[in-house]
């Protein structure tokens, strides 16, 4: 049987279980919690940098988005509080739509 230790969606259980096959599953405490979705989140990174067409990149940016439900929760807030951080910071610097790339500033 193969080992994966590793966060899964909540629906998975139930989609495994339909299958017949045999599995385990535990409940994770909340220090552990967070750092699974952390590992979680630089996984789907890395799936989504080797994401070959848009159709793929699309369905790792979904997966990034709901890890990044899940750790705003961990954090005490909200989706809602984080777009508003989001888009304050990009009332104050911008955002990264101009594609600007910074090559060197002069050091007093």
């Not at 495994?16 to 405490?29: D, M, N, P, Q, Y």
């Not at 790792?60 to 910071?89: C, M, N, P, W």
């Not at 990009?90 to 790339?101: L, N, P, Q, S």
């Amino acid at each position: 049987m193969p080992i994966y230790n590793k966060l899964v969606r909540d629906a998975i259980p139930e989609v495994i279980e339909k299958t017949g096959k045999e599995f385990s599953t535990r409940i994770l405490g909340e220090v552990e919690y967070e750092a699974e979705v952390k590992k979680k989140l630089s996984e789907e990174l890395e799936e989504y940098k080797e994401a070959a067409t848009n159709e793929e990149a699309i369905e790792e940016l979904a997966d990034i988005l709901e890890l990044l439900h899940a750790a705003t929760k961990i954090h005490g807030s909200s989706f809602e509080e984080l777009e508003g951080v989001r888009q304050a910071k990009a009332e104050k610097r911008g955002g990264f739509e101009k594609r600007i790339f910074l090559i060197e500033v002069e050091d007093d």
